[in-house]
């Protein structure tokens, strides 16, 4: 039996500020299939880095998405540290 998959947005904090798409894409392509990835920089007043999150949208089992968040979750990658959940609803599609 196939196991159902869905549609599941994830945040992923904790960025280095040098991870690109395609990594991202990679990194979780490893569980379902990544629809997009969208990565944000916030910058200080000087424009420097100072916090790098993105948002993965990956068609996921269930099973899968567990296993992903379990073990990429808290996990050192590129200079930061993962921080994987579920992402809130987005405000642009209310």
């Known amino acids: 039996m196939e196991k159902e998959q869905v549609s599941k947005r994830l945040y992923v ?3 280095g500020h040098t991870v690109s798409r395609a990594e991202l894409e990679e990194r979780f392509g490893k569980f379902g299939r990544v629809l997009e990835a969208e990565i944000i ?3 200080d007043d000087q424009g420097n880095p100072t916090k790098t999150f993105a948002y993965v949208s990956v068609k996921i089992s269930d ?8 073990v990429l ?6 200079g930061g540290t993962l921080q994987i959940e579920l992402a809130k609803e987005s405000f642009l599609h209310r």
């Open 13 to 15: 904090g904790g960025l």
């Open 41 to 43: 920089t916030r910058k």
């Open 63 to 70: 099973a899968d998405l567990k296993k992903c968040m379990s």
């Open 73 to 78: 979750n808290k996990t050192k990658w590129k």
